[in-house]
């Protein structure tokens, strides 16, 4: 008997997560998780940086890389790949902004993530792995996605969203997806954990909940 409620899923599981990934993604798979799994608390603290699982005291650090660091010590579970996509709205596109190319999206209002400097640099690739920069001053900064996501529904700006959060707006006709076959490099979203061994199961639950869950959501990336 207590064998058996040592393996239900119980107890507390804390887990980090940046801004970016918490919206649209994380706030749509944690609560049914936590509806599934009635015997989990989960202490979710928004960490903008590399967490360190010791130092702030982490059981699951989620976050989004260019890629797997070979030489890490830690277990790294890829979830899913995310990208920025350039996003618009029509009113915006219609006041002068009809036929953009890529040297001309500077002169677009933009709307970045980019809260510290003045100037900001969007890195873009496109057909061939090609690379295109562009440097621009941004009308708004802000570091949550769904402030820039309405901002361009507005006509604010163009901004460069998650594909997953801009998804349902290109849909409807809200915002145009503007040069498709650009955007960001894609991120490999990531679950980092101390150990496979020994781990709890509730800690072991979310990660195997989180396997499913994040594909489904990022499944239609472009």
Request: glycine share 6%; net charge neutral.
């Amino acid at each position: 008997m207590a064998a058996k409620a040592y393996a239900e899923p119980n107890g507390m599981v804390r887990v980090s997560c940046p801004q970016g990934l918490i919206q649209r993604l994380i706030s749509e798979i944690l609560p049914d998780f936590m509806t599934a799994y009635p015997k989990v608390r989960v202490q979710l603290k928004v960490i903008n940086r590399p967490a360190d699982l010791v130092d702030d005291g982490i059981d699951i650090a989620l976050r989004a890389r260019s890629g797997i660091d070979p030489n890490s010590s830690l277990i790294v579970r890829p979830l899913g790949y995310s990208r920025l996509v350039l996003a618009m709205s029509p009113a915006l596109r219609s006041s002068g902004y009809e036929m953009l190319s890529l040297d001309r999206i500077a002169e677009v209002p933009t709307l970045s993530m980019a809260e510290t400097n003045d100037e900001d640099i969007w890195h873009l690739t496109g057909p061939g792995n090609e690379v295109y920069m562009i440097h621009h001053r941004p009308r708004l900064l802000c570091s949550n996605f769904d402030m820039l996501h309405a901002a361009a529904l507005e006509g604010v700006g163009i901004a460069l969203l998650p594909y997953h959060i801009a998804r349902a707006s290109f849909k409807s006709g809200e915002l145009i997806h503007v040069l498709p076959d650009w955007g960001s490099p894609f991120g490999v979203v990531q679950a980092v954990f101390s150990t496979k061994k020994g781990l709890l199961p509730a800690i072991r639950a979310l990660i195997e909940y989180l396997a499913i869950a994040v594909p489904r959501i990022l499944s239609s990336a472009p």
